[in-house]
């Protein structure tokens, strides 16, 4: 039983979905570093949903994480991600004590990544509208800081 959720983490991943253990579903799937099952968890959930919980069920860590991790493999499932990323930039507190030192390096490394995504002739006029979202949350973080 045991190996088979190793060989499979999606199944572990749904049990705690099941029981609502948000946090240790997506605690669990960072610690993967493998960006496809974050996507997957992503698809799983209502991520607006539990984002707009009072208190968010997930950390402040883990969103920097989520924000973080969703860019690294942008190109795939791009409108998805950058819908994601957009509720998860808006729930993240850059003043909160536990993430502060953090805020400004990641969000200026998504920020090159989505410009280069946005420079990029691929890109269709839904993604940029939605890069261009993306880009105003951001600037907003980078500005209060």
């Known amino acids: ?23 240790e579903a997506f605690t669990s799937a960072l ?13 799983q959930v209502d991520l607006q949903g539990i984002l707009s919980m009072k208190p968010c069920s997930l950390s402040q860590g883990l969103l920097l994480a989520l924000f973080q991790q969703l860019a690294c493999d942008i ?22 004590p536990t993430i502060a030192v953090h ?3 990641i969000f200026r490394q998504v920020s090159q990544i989505v410009d280069h995504l946005q420079s990029m ?7 940029s509208a939605s890069i261009r979202v993306l880009k ?6 980078l500005s209060g800081k």
Do not use: G
């Open 121 to 127: 002739s691929t890109t269709s006029a839904s993604e």
């Open 136 to 141: 105003f949350v951001i600037n907003s973080v």
């Open 103 to 105: 805020v400004v390096p």
């Open 31 to 43: 610690h993967r570093s493998d960006v496809s099952i974050v996507s997957w968890l992503c698809s």
């Open 75 to 96: 190109n795939k499932e791009t409108s998805r991600k950058l819908a994601w990323m957009t509720d998860v930039a808006v729930a993240i507190i850059p003043s909160d």
């Open 1 to 23: 039983m045991h190996s088979e959720a190793q060989l499979d983490p999606t199944k572990e991943l749904s049990r705690m979905i099941a029981e609502k253990k948000y946090d």
